[in-house]
């Protein structure tokens, strides 16, 4: 599937990768094996650019495909390592610059692992040097930026797929639950109304009140974002690599005490305390204005 990737050599639009899958092209090995089958004008740059493909595909070069593949061919480097990727989300205390991290949740190596402010989150640093491929959601925005930043590290030791960006250039767009939901991936029933913004009181009520309740809900919903970024890999790759039910079950418990709801004005008032004008809510509000 990876040798597949034309988009990235110079020259190759649309029309001539059409023309050359009529000649049976499709591949980086049917170049490399028949140079003559690629127009006089683009031969040399492209069957330098296919060797260099192979002999990447052969060294186990994945940061070399990440920095090279075209934004709508990047798929296929998930299709290729999916079973050696780690994916992960991070909660933070608000969306300032300046938040901090509270929670990273990781999918490695078939299993969840958990880091939490104040116990053990510079662990973190510790799984990330076994980490060959990341993958997030919208983490060239946000998450990664904060990871480099919370840990004073000048670059990720890995290379990084952003999830919402492959999504985008497969027709799928929006929000992760956005997203999930028109693929049918349903989420726990708990944390149908758990949302980024409750995420930073989870945090707080622990923090404050020692609200273990609430403490447990937060990892529960962080966790829930990243099997689901394995379930949307999963699609976006062409791969199966683990059944729904099998992934849900690694999925932390629901809390022995369910958390305490808020009611509508304390709600807001939590929300403008943390968020103050950064609000998801209102800047969502903003958007809508501005169309």
Request: proline letters at 5%; one cysteine or more.
């Amino acid at each position: 599937m990876i040798s597949q990737a034309f988009q990235h050599c110079h020259g190759l639009g649309p029309v001539k990768l059409r023309q050359l899958a009529e000649r049976g092209v499709t591949s980086w090995h049917d170049v490399v094996g028949d140079p003559d089958c690629i127009p006089a004008g683009l031969r040399s740059a492209v069957v330098a650019e296919c060797q260099r493909s192979l002999q990447a595909l052969q060294d186990d070069d994945i940061g070399w495909f990440v920095d090279r593949f075209s934004p709508g061919d990047k798929w296929r480097i998930l299709s290729q390592y999916h079973d050696r990727t780690t994916f992960f989300d991070i909660e933070t205390t608000g969306l300032e610059l300046d938040a901090t991290i509270t929670v990273i949740v990781c999918w490695h190596r078939g299993r969840l692992h958990t880091f939490v402010e104040h116990e053990n989150l510079d662990d973190f640093l510790s799984l990330l040097d076994d980490v060959e491929l990341l993958a997030s959601f919208n983490g060239t925005s946000f998450d990664v930026p904060r990871v480099l930043d919370g840990f004073h590290i000048p670059s990720l030791p890995c290379p990084h797929l952003d999830l919402r960006w492959l999504s985008h250039h497969q027709g799928l767009k929006g929000g992760l639950k956005r997203i999930t939901s028109r693929l049918g991936f349903p989420r726990p029933a708990d944390l149908h109304e758990t949302d980024g913004e409750m995420a930073v009181r989870l945090w707080w009520d622990w923090r404050q009140r020692q609200d273990q309740a609430a403490r447990d809900h937060l990892i529960r919903y962080c966790a829930a974002d990243v099997l689901m970024l394995v379930l949307l890999s999963q699609h976006l790759a062409r791969r199966q690599d683990v059944s729904a039910d099998d992934l849900w079950a690694h999925l932390p418990a629901s809390p022995a005490t369910p958390v305490a709801t808020q009611s509508t004005d304390r709600r807001a008032r939590f929300v403008q305390s943390m968020f103050g004008g950064a609000s998801p809510a209102t800047l969502r509000t903003r958007r809508r204005r501005r169309r």
